[in-house]
Nanobody, 122 residues
Framework: QVQLVESGGGLVQAAGSLRLSCAGS????????VGWFRQAPGEEREFVAA????????AYADSVKGRFTISRDNAKNTVYLQMNSLKPEDSAVYYC???????????????WGQGTQVTVSS
């Protein structure tokens, strides 16, 4: 069993930065791909970024490419999402998820965290 806990959300002004963390527990976490998704009120969950377990590849949504960076430290069982140049439209609850590959579709992930709120003020 794998458990995920997100942290690092908060309120930030537009153009500011935040770094989200996803701490995983369970001996298999370091062998799993991890994705970040977000969901704003009244909207569907959308893919943000994903990273392979070996850090050999990463994928990003077009809306965050060049502004967000996903990384992981397998020694710490933690995946990060560095978010720069934040915009009000980035406001959402951010979730991390773990699965067998860095899918861009949420339903392919087996494990999910509880989410962390990110609010970007204009």
């Amino acid at each position: 069993q794998v458990q995920l806990v997100e942290s690092g959300g908060g309120l930030v002004q537009a153009a500011g930065s935040l770094r989200l963390s996803c701490a995983g527990s369970g001996r298999t976490f370091s062998s799993l791909a991890v994705g970040w998704f977000r969901q704003a009120p009244g909207e569907e969950r959308e893919f943000v970024a994903a990273i392979h377990w070996s850090v050999s590849s990463a994928a990003y949504a077009d809306s965050v490419k060049g502004r967000f960076t996903i990384s992981r430290d397998n020694a710490k069982n933690t995946v990060y999402l560095q978010m720069n140049s934040l915009k009000p439209e980035d406001s959402a609850v951010y979730y991390c998820a773990a699965g067998s590959a860095p899918f861009t579709v949420g339903r392919y992930y087996a494990y999910w965290g509880q989410g962390t709120q990110v609010t970007v003020s204009s």
